[in-house]
């Protein structure tokens, strides 16, 4: 979704393209914080200084360095990147962020802590639904304005919903609203801090913050540097990629290759791979113990949910690997020297990509910047001659249900007749949190429940275009 | 009379940055101004380098006429002027 928030970054990461490949980076780096906020222009926070100090930060991020590691403020984004040895042969995922997310302090406006307060929305009523309704005895009416004594206040909300004025609101803080695992917290600074034990990656405190004060750790300039070393780097498109662009996917992969990837394909077909293999995985299972149930494994932050919170639903998520991990494979099978590059919509995939030897992860923003940079539209591509297209369930991996249905029907082939009892949690908040640890409890309805971070699936990710 | 002609740019920067939610401006067109304008969708436009890359999306007017950061708020109320003015 377009806002201020997503326009910086993007417009960041263009710039950066172009003066990659104008090979004027490292000077110009410094630069781009003040030529965004000349003295005198409007500023979008307090005044221009603290814009470039925040652009400075953004920057900082989009060369993969941890905002929170800051040692030594008086040092250059130029020498950031002199540090960072581009060129000098480091191999990419050795570099990989373990952290993909990074707060950075300066830009966090402190939200004040969610509170239920009356505004002058209020008219003092004479039905007073608000003092009726409240079950703590919270209301009073002073001066013909209802009050709500905030050391009584449970955030109930029963007193929003009763009144007719709309007058009673609760405040929020987003990133913490957002996090479905209380990850995202104010420290003793009342500055947002992640507590990475805690949190699974799934980016939701990222698309929130109304202030963009959480940032990803690009890999995107490790990409254009791998490039410019001749390195022989593959696109793995997520199947999400679809109606991300103009165009259709085969133009998408074509205009991968012409932003000089050495090759392009499709995860679709690996996520071919994984419905096979899952299905297989899932019949063993059944036979074994028919009382038992599945889990799948292809949404990372939903993996990352289970190993640091869910710990009694580890045996229960399938083994198969996810349509990247097959997806890298198959790149390595065809040739063993060529660099991965997963390209999707997801935060955690890069958190996933670590661990299974991905080299490098770029959102679908950072191929778009990589792809405006280079004066590419993909709409004026020829399509991509591929082999052969992936099959259309496994394009749909990338849609809620989509998984189960996959699975499904690759049973169904296999076992005419075969029953597949499917749940599906299409987005991981709070309220599925609570739902599936009562699962974990032993309470699980079904056989098989998908599970996808993001509602609606992989195509609203957090570094979706659309 | 002649038609008013709007230039869309979908180039990949403009896209990234706002084009997209233009896409559909063909449809929110006044169903009498329908005939007096052209829309067309172009490949980039290289405003964003010849002028400046934070002013994208660009919209064009009759070859000429240049919208930086155009919503299609901005770009509905240019063509409602530009019909009133040209009839």
């Known amino acids: 979704m377009l806002n201020g928030s997503t326009f910086i970054r993007r417009e960041l990461m263009i710039r950066i393209v172009r003066a990659f490949d104008d090979g004027t980076l490292e000077t110009e780096l410094d630069q781009i914080p003040i030529k965004l906020r000349p003295k005198n222009s409007v500023a979008s926070r307090c005044c221009v200084y603290h814009d470039r100090a925040i652009l400075k930060y953004r920057l900082m991020a989009l060369l993969g360095v941890s905002v929170e590691d800051e040692t030594d403020e008086s040092k250059s984004l130029s020498a950031y990147y002199a540090e960072k040895a581009w060129g000098g042969g480091v191999a990419g995922h050795a570099d990989a962020p373990h952290t993909p997310l990074s707060v950075c302090g300066p830009a966090c406006s402190g939200c004040p802590d969610a509170k239920v307060v009356s505004t002058p929305n209020c008219r003092g009523c004479f039905a007073r639904p608000c003092v009726y309704n409240c079950p703590k005895k919270a209301i009073s009416v002073v001066g013909g304005q209802s009050v709500i004594d905030q050391s009584l206040c449970i955030k109930c909300g029963k007193c929003i919903t009763a009144c007719p004025y709309h007058a009673i609101v609760k405040t929020t803080v987003p990133c913490e609203d957002a996090c479905p695992v209380g990850a995202i917290r104010k420290n003793e600074h009342g500055v947002a801090e992640i507590d990475f034990a805690k949190c699974i990656f799934c980016g939701k405190c990222f698309a929130a913050c109304p202030f963009a004060a959480v940032m990803e750790r690009s890999q995107l300039v490790d990409v254009l540097a791998a490039m410019k070393r001749g390195e022989k780097l593959v696109a793995m498109v997520a199947p999400a990629a679809a109606r991300q662009f103009p165009g259709k996917i085969e133009q998408l992969l074509a205009a991968c290759a012409k932003a000089g990837f050495g090759d392009v394909m499709e995860v679709a077909l690996g996520a071919e791979m994984t419905t096979a293999h899952e299905t297989e995985e899932f019949i063993e299972r059944m036979e074994k113990d028919p009382k038992t149930f599945m889990t799948t494994s292809c949404c990372p932050a939903w993996v990352n949910l289970v190993g640091k919170h869910l710990p009694a639903l580890v045996d229960h998520v399938s083994l198969t690997p996810s349509p990247m991990v097959y997806a890298r494979e198959i790149v390595k099978a065809k040739d063993p020297d060529a660099k991965t590059v997963f390209i999707g919509p997801c935060v955690a995939k890069r958190s996933e990509a670590k661990r299974k030897d991905v080299d490098y992860v770029l959102s679908f923003e950072e191929l778009g910047a990589i792809l405006a940079g280079r004066k590419i539209d993909v709409i004026a591509c020829e399509p991509w001659p591929v082999e052969r297209p992936a099959n259309p369930t496994a394009r749909n991996y990338a849609k809620s249900c989509g998984v189960t249905e996959a699975v499904l029907t690759e049973a169904t082939a296999k076992i005419p007749g075969f029953k597949l009892d499917a749940k599906q949690i299409n987005g991981i908040d709070r309220k599925t949190c609570a739902m599936v640890k009562l699962y974990a409890a032993g309470k699980m309805p079904v056989n098989f429940l998908e599970v996808m971070a993001c509602p609606g699936g992989c195509q609203n990710g957090p570094c979706s275009l659309a | ?87």
């Open chain 2, 1 to 87: 009379m002649e038609k008013i002609k709007v230039e869309i740019c979908c180039g990949t920067a403009c896209y990234l940055l706002g084009a997209a939610n233009l896409m559909s401006i063909e449809d929110e067109i006044p169903a009498e101004f329908r005939d007096k304008v052209e829309i067309e969708a172009r490949t980039c436009l290289e405003l964003c380098e010849k002028e400046n890359l934070g002013g994208a999306p660009y919209v064009r007017f009759n070859g000429e006429e240049i919208m930086a950061q155009a919503t299609s708020e901005k770009v509905l109320a240019r063509i409602e002027e530009l019909v009133g003015g040209a009839a």
